[in-house]
């Protein structure tokens, strides 16, 4: 299987703390995205980074990558209650063109 | 900032029946997507679809799901005959590249397919 496995699946911190999930996938990529999902909406892309890319911002996102290791994180530094959300890894499949999606870490930030 | 609209948001729908689900893609993309999320699962692929045809598709699409690109702006799905387990929130997706290449897929808001 190629699909990517978020770490932890669940997550719950303080307003303004700093919270890190950990997505790791088994099959040489060329980039990996993370998307956030509020419960029962659509998927909202976060940030692409590509495989030639150790490190990329956005915002208070910060998202490696480890192509050696085969892992990615998310960080997100001062979280807000808004933050509160599945976060997922998705990567493309070998040869094709769809993402295999993770399970996601679920997000809960506390006012 | 352009986005993927779908309708509805949530059907209901009797087992047997037919339903379509509408997305607009981002008007400049090239490829398009079904996905879906059965409730507390992972998100899964279904199908893509580029140049007017279906380039990929996964075993969940079966002879029971197809789609269509009627007119150069809308992108639709059909299950033919529903099954309660085709209850699943169910997303589009669109992109100007393959995700292969390093292209982001879009993903809409989704529509709620309640099969009952």
């Known amino acids: 299987s190629q699909q990517g496995e978020e770490d932890p699946q669940a997550l719950s911190i303080q307003e303004g703390e700093n919270a890190t999930m950990n997505c790791s996938y088994k099959t040489s990529i060329n980039n990996l995205q993370w998307y956030r999902q509020n419960s029962g909406r659509g998927l909202v892309h976060l940030i692409l980074?590509?495989?030639?890319?150790r490190e990329k911002h956005s915002g208070r996102l910060r998202v490696t990558l480890d192509t050696s290791k085969k892992s990615s994180s998310l960080l997100i530094t001062a979280s807000r209650a808004a933050d509160t959300a599945s976060y997922f890894c998705a990567t493309p499949r070998t040869g094709a063109n769809n993402l295999f999606f993770g399970t996601g870490t679920r997000l809960t930030v506390i006012p | 900032e352009p986005e993927v609209t779908q309708t509805p948001s949530h059907q209901v729908t009797q087992m047997g029946q037919e339903v379509i689900l509408r997305c607009v893609p981002i008007s400049n993309h090239l490829y398009f997507y079904w996905y879906r999320q059965i409730l507390g699962q992972k998100v899964e692929f279904l199908v893509s679809?580029?140049?007017?045809?279906?380039?990929?598709k996964s075993e969940i699409f079966d002879d029971q799901f197809s789609v269509e690109r009627p007119d150069g702006s809308n992108f639709t799905l059909k299950i033919r005959s529903t099954k309660l387990e085709d209850s699943a929130m169910y997303f589009c997706?669109?992109?100007?590249?393959?995700?292969?290449?390093?292209?982001?897929?879009?993903f809409g808001e989704g529509s709620w397919l309640t099969v009952v």
């Open positions: 980074i590509r495989s030639n890319e």
């Open positions: 679809f580029y140049n007017n045809e279906i380039s990929e």
């Open positions: 997706a669109s992109s100007f590249g393959q995700s292969n290449s390093g292209n982001t897929i879009y």
